[in-house]
């Protein structure tokens, strides 16, 4: 199961951010679409189901940030970090 998604380029070293345990479930993109990326890794049914059910997280990526989604009440928190 994937604990972190990490988009582009981070400008601070990914290990300082995310454990060595956690870079197994790691996936790496230079994605900026998160409903593409959520979609691509089968953690959505659809675009269309984001939007409708989490309208917050329909969105671009573009900005350097860190921050975590939660796609239901049962579903593990994931780690995005946004790179350049």
Same mark, same amino acid.
């Given at each position: 199961? *994937?604990? +972190? $998604?990490?988009? !582009?380029?981070?400008?601070? +070293?990914? &290990?300082?951010? *995310?454990?060595?345990?956690?870079?197994?479930? =790691?996936?790496? =993109?230079?994605e &900026?679409?998160?409903?593409? #990326?959520?979609?691509?890794?089968?953690?959505?049914?659809? =675009?269309?189901?984001?939007?409708?059910?989490?309208?917050?997280?329909? &969105? !671009?990526? +573009?900005? #350097?940030?860190?921050f975590?989604?939660?796609?239901?009440?049962?579903?593990?928190? *994931?780690?995005?970090? $946004?790179?350049?």
């Open positions: 199961m *994937i604990e +972190n $998604i990490v988009i !582009g380029n981070p400008k601070i +070293n990914i &290990r300082e951010l *995310i454990n060595d345990d956690s870079l197994d479930n =790691t996936f790496f =993109t230079e &900026r679409w998160l409903p593409k #990326i959520l979609k691509e890794l089968n953690l959505i049914p659809s =675009t269309s189901w984001l939007k409708k059910n989490k309208p917050e997280y329909f &969105r !671009g990526l +573009n900005d #350097i940030d860190c975590y989604i939660k796609l239901g009440k049962s579903k593990k928190p *994931i780690y995005i970090v $946004i790179g350049e």
